[in-house]
């Protein structure tokens, strides 16, 4: 009697969560561990069926975009921008809207989680710059990006992914379309003005 394959998922998913949680090696190898454990365990059918997701136009477009993330902090070229658009403490509420304002935008035409991997690094150093408590800045710096990133189809990962399989579809009406760039903002935009 052999463990189905939802059995065998459930049990690595499992085994993951406790390597991430103990495991002091980086996060990406754990989850590779898992997928490459799953395609030895043969929950996938066929080897392709397995690396079908990485083909994902979302999937790609997230990757390329935690690259320039990467690449801009790398630089350094966000340092001086990020604290010419802080400036000079003032009352929290102030310093808190200077920075999302131009989160938010950013979010909207770039992905929200490498627009906050680019900004962490220089909201962090200003505010230990300025004696300002960092976790004052940091919450509602992600607040920003996820409502900045609501109006536009590249905001979200979601987004992108669901956007990829739509256009992988079948279903008549939905399939070969896809969404258009500022198709969801008719909710997103007032949505991240009253965020």
């Known amino acids: 009697m052999g463990i189905d394959p939802a059995g065998w998922t459930l049990l690595v998913v499992v085994g993951v969560m406790v390597g991430l949680a103990v ?11 898992g997928f490459v454990l799953l395609v030895v365990l043969g929950v996938f059918p066929e080897t392709s069926l397995a690396l079908s997701g990485f083909a994902n136009e979302g999937l790609v477009t997230v990757a390329v975009l935690f690259v320039v993330a990467e690449g801009m902090t790398q630089t ?30 950013a979010s909207a035409f770039l992905n929200n989680t490498p627009v906050v991997a680019m900004a962490l690094p220089v909201v962090s150093d200003w505010a230990r710059k300025h004696h300002v408590a960092v976790s004052r800045l940091l919450l509602p710096m992600s607040y920003a990006a996820i409502l900045g990133g609501l109006c536009t189809l590249v905001g979200p990962s979601t987004t992108l992914i669901v956007n990829g399989m739509i256009i ?7 399939g070969g379309s896809g969404l258009g760039m500022f198709e969801i903002a008719w909710v997103g935009l007032p949505i991240a003005l009253v965020g």
């Open 76 to 105: 350094g070229g966000l340092g001086p921008v990020g604290r010419s658009l802080l400036g000079r403490p003032g009352s929290l509420p102030l310093v808190q809207a200077k920075m999302m304002l131009p989160v938010s935008l």
């Open 23 to 33: 495991l002091k090696t980086s996060p990406d190898l754990v989850l590779l561990g």
């Open 168 to 174: 992988e579809s079948e279903h008549p009406g939905l």
